[in-house]
């Protein structure tokens, strides 16, 4: 079965840090996605990145970077300094190798405050 | 182009009351989800369609919850008789069904049971 684990519940930073938020995932399928969505307090669910399972190379977009480490099972975003917008709850998904047919998985969200 | 839009935005229902939440996927999505989120937790599969087959129904939590996409575009949760635990935000998703396609989520449906 897929599990998806964000063993951080709540993180309080201070504008301008640097935050990493943890996603370690486990699936038995060789071929997967890797999601990282945000929830702001409206409510709906704003994709931020894919990445294939064939691809460990880390990405980086403006203040966000993600760090995909098979060994590990991990895929970890980190916010580099941060600002009261990025204020919201996260959550990292896994879907199987068809990511446009298949369920994701999510974890259970980290929340993250932001304060000026 | 127009997102996901679901409707209505919130709904409150008294308990053992029947409830059909609408799904408006984006068009020429094949693919459309259902999940349910309950308060601080993250959504949770409920059923997939691609166009008007209902190809997974294995999320749904018991035989009061009920979904149908009978022309391939709409579809529509129902949940009979309410009960309390049935409260959460119903969130759909439409997507392409291929290789990297990504599911766009509409605003979510928020469901109270008295």
């Known amino acids: 079965a897929q599990k998806v684990t964000q063993a951080q519940t709540e993180i309080s930073v201070v504008e301008k840090e640097d935050v990493t938020l943890d996603c370690v995932y486990e699936?038995?399928?060789?071929?997967?996605?890797l999601f990282w969505y945000k929830q702001p307090p409206s409510g709906e669910l704003v994709f931020l990145i894919r990445?294939?399972?064939?691809?460990?190379q880390n990405e980086i977009s403006g203040r966000y970077s993600w760090n995909f480490q098979k060994s590990t099972s991990s895929f970890n975003f980190t916010i580099t300094a941060s600002q009261v917008v990025d204020s919201a709850v996260y959550f990292c998904a896994l879907s199987g190798s068809n990511s446009g047919n298949t369920p994701l998985v999510f974890g259970k969200g980290t929340r993250l405050s932001v304060i000026a | 182009g127009a997102g996901v839009s679901q409707s209505p935005r919130y709904k409150v229902a008294k308990r053992g009351q029947d409830v059909a939440l609408r799904c408006d996927p984006i068009s020429g999505h094949v693919s459309l989800f259902w999940y349910q989120q309950a308060l601080g937790q993250g959504p949770e599969f409920l059923t997939y369609?691609?166009?008007?087959?209902?190809?997974?129904k294995s999320g749904l939590p018991s035989d009061r919850f009920f979904a149908e996409r009978p022309e391939g575009s709409v579809s529509t949760l129902k949940i009979q008789r309410t009960q309390q635990e049935d409260s959460a935000v119903y969130l759909c998703?439409?997507?392409?069904?291929?290789?990297?396609?990504?599911?766009?989520f509409g605003p979510g449906t928020r469901l109270t049971v008295l």
């Open positions: 699936t038995r399928d060789t071929t997967y996605y």
């Open positions: 369609f691609q166009n008007e087959a209902q190809l997974d």
């Open positions: 990445r294939n399972s064939f691809d460990e």
């Open positions: 998703a439409s997507s392409l069904p291929r290789d990297y396609g990504e599911q766009f």
